[in-house]
């Protein structure tokens, strides 16, 4: 299996209050990403980082903001989080562009 | 725009059957193609991939093959098992998208013994 954690596994957390998850690597890939798992639409793309520091949105990066000072870590934040935003987030990797994407475990987080 | 389009479920099937799941893609480009499984609680697997037409990827008695005339990439496995009961995700990425894998919506697979 891939090295891949993520931090926390279940969270929950107050409407309006941050939240930042956090997702490390020990395979030293270069893209991660961010997605999140809702009932009836598979897993959508929040943000992705192509190396250090470089990162792009996705399709559904309304309210998350994300950070990666380091190759190993890749960090999400929820500015003030909502409702809407209770999910299961996914962490993955990739060595190159058009490979294939390796999961982490998941973050349940509960936004009451 | 990109999209993967794959069979609703719950799949509900005995124990030995075949199984198929339908999966069909739009996307701009040449993907390259994907299954990857959900077992419940955990994250998501790779389950087989191929990347060019006519590829047959395999793994664990699964089979899909890439057919680029019709955009499907169809899962097939021959004799089920209660171990395959999981949710099976079709997806498709393309490097000019900057490697982001696009899903279908799932397909639930219970296998009853």
């Known amino acids: 299996d891939a090295g891949i954690t993520q931090s926390p596994r279940h969270k929950v957390t107050e409407t309006g209050t941050p939240v930042t998850l956090r997702c490390h690597q020990t395979?030293?890939?270069?893209?991660m990403y961010w997605y999140r798992q809702d009932p009836g639409h598979g897993l959508r793309l929040i943000h992705y980082?192509?190396?250090?520091?470089?990162?792009d949105k996705g399709e559904v990066s309304d309210g998350y903001s994300v950070s990666r000072s380091k190759t190993e870590d890749f960090l999400l934040t929820l500015e003030s989080a909502t409702s809407s935003q209770t999910s299961v987030y996914f962490c993955a990797i990739s060595e190159d562009r058009g490979g294939e994407q390796y999961f982490g475990p998941g973050t349940r987080l509960t936004v009451t | 725009g990109n999209s993967v389009t794959q069979m609703e479920g719950p799949v509900t099937l005995s124990e030995e059957a075949f199984l198929t799941i339908n999966c069909t893609y739009t996307?701009?480009?040449?993907?390259?193609l994907f299954w990857y499984v959900q077992y419940p609680g955990e994250g998501l697997q790779l389950l087989l991939k191929?990347?060019?037409?006519?590829d047959k990827g395999s793994n664990k008695g699964f089979e899909a093959t890439y057919r680029k005339e019709t955009t499907s990439f169809h899962l097939e496995k021959g004799s089920v098992q209660v171990s395959d009961s999981a949710v099976y995700f079709c997806a498709f990425n393309l490097k000019a998208a900057g490697n982001k894998l696009t899903f279908g919506g799932g397909t639930r697979v219970l296998v009853k013994p």
């Open positions: 191929a990347t060019k037409a006519d």
């Open positions: 980082s192509y190396g250090v520091k470089d990162t």
């Open positions: 395979e030293n890939h270069r893209y």
């Open positions: 996307a701009t480009g040449y993907p390259s």
